[in-house]
């Protein structure tokens, strides 16, 4: 069974740091690019990151470039998601998914989410 497990959402206050963890299972991990997307209330899915687990390439969205970093430890069958310098609109659920390829567009599995809030 495909299993994606975002973790590491919170409260924060603006100017914070969060880490988000994505455990993958079920699948062969590094066949597989994994993006992160957030989605506000009111507002449509946003792509914020991907990465390529076979080479470690990695693409952002303009909004969080330079603040946000996203990692890979194939071991662990694990993308982390690092977040520094939040602002209130990052405020989000954070979900991550897998595509099998590496041109992180169509994606073939989802996570169930994880809330990010930051306070102003």
């Known amino acids: 069974e495909v299993q994606l497990v975002e973790s590491g959402g919170g409260l924060v206050q603006a100017g914070g740091s969060l880490r988000l963890s994505c455990a993958a299972s079920g699948f062969t991990f590094d066949d597989y690019a994994i993006g992160w997307f957030r989605q506000a209330p009111g507002k449509e899915r946003e792509g914020v990151s991907c990465i390529s687990s076979s080479d470690g390439s990695t693409n952002y969205a303009d909004s969080v470039k330079g603040r946000f970093t996203i990692s890979s430890d194939n071991a662990k069958n694990t993308v982390y998601l690092q977040m520094n310098s939040l602002k209130p609109e990052d405020t989000a659920v954070y979900y991550c998914?897998?595509?099998?390829?590496?041109?992180?567009?169509?994606?073939?599995?989802w996570g169930q989410g994880t809330q990010v809030t930051v306070s102003s």
């Open positions: 998914a897998a595509e099998a390829g590496s041109s992180c567009d169509e994606y073939d599995y």
